[in-house]
């Protein structure tokens, strides 16, 4: 009797922030003169962070706190904020609703249509609190809203979903044509969430002018729950990195690489900047600051969808100052303030005076047991 022939397929480990560390360099530099500087098209921010467009997250007044930070808070346009006046009100009752209800009171408070005159007084808001101006829309809605914030002084346009690629198969419509939307808005357009080497590669040559990686890791997201679909952020942003510079190698032109969801340390933004980022975009963390406009509650922007919600409201608590994530001074030692001042040290470490150089000189090696790694009084809660 023959033996049938089984064809099997080969899989690929991916690794995730847990599962590695960074390699001390040969020589260090000093911290201090670390150059933490991201570059989005014309516009230059002194250090490599972007608040997530979630409504929990960015208002008009967070993001003019960001811009004196030195980062980027991107608002999402179709969210609340674009939706109605009185945004403290539906806030309100996303954060008052029961854990249990909170799901159908996000879809009915979402129900509510788009106002593009309200797109247009948010745009004013954001850059009279003197920032620029980042929108987020997805690419269903991109064609109808990029323009109206564009027309009224949006600066960056983000074109946002949970999977993004530069070729969309559909029989209802033609799908979305990033060269030709860029033509249209004619700003620096992000483009997200990519997770390989060929959609990147693919997005990239479409003309788009930064990248977000990501599929399901924010603490809010549960994609990879409901859907399977995602990969670890460390691989992700490699794989991603390298579409980046095999790009540039070809045309000359540099498009930055944000890793976007996941990042709840320094250690782990390090991380991702290690593996190929030129910044992170971060939620949680943010949602976390007194002056973030939820009251220390978060949730995705694809919480609320009408048919398959993928993320939940959850409640992360107030824990910190938005200068003091970012700069400190740190009054805990589990690595979730003083963010910037952690990547300083660690570019240090490496001995990186720069990002390039630190993409260059930083080591990952897979280290999963490495946060725990004689710590046993800690994780018994010695002092």
Known sequence: MLTPHVQTRELRHAYGFEDVAIVPGDVTTNPEQADITLGIGPYVFSIPVLASAMDAVVDPNFAGLMARAGGLAVMNLEGVMA????????????????????????????????????????????KAAGSICAVSVTPTNTKWLAPIAVEAGADIVVVQSTVTTARHISKSYRGLSFSELSEMVKVPMIVGNCVTYGAALELMEQGIDGLLVGVGPGAACTTRDVTGVGVPQVTATLDCSAARDDYYARTGKYVPILTDGGIRTGGDLCKAIAAGADGVMIGTPMAQTVEAPASGFNWGMASPHPALPRGTRINVGVKTTLEQLLFGPSSLTDGTQNLMGALKVCMGMVGALNIKEFHERAELVVAPSIRTEGKIFQIAGSI
């Open 83 to 126: 939706r109605y006046d009185d945004i403290a009100d539906v806030l309100a009752q996303v954060t008052a609703a029961d854990r249990a209800d909170v799901t159908p009171v996000l879809q009915k408070l979402y129900a509510e249509p788009i106002r593009e005159e309200l797109i247009s007084r948010r745009v004013a808001e954001i």
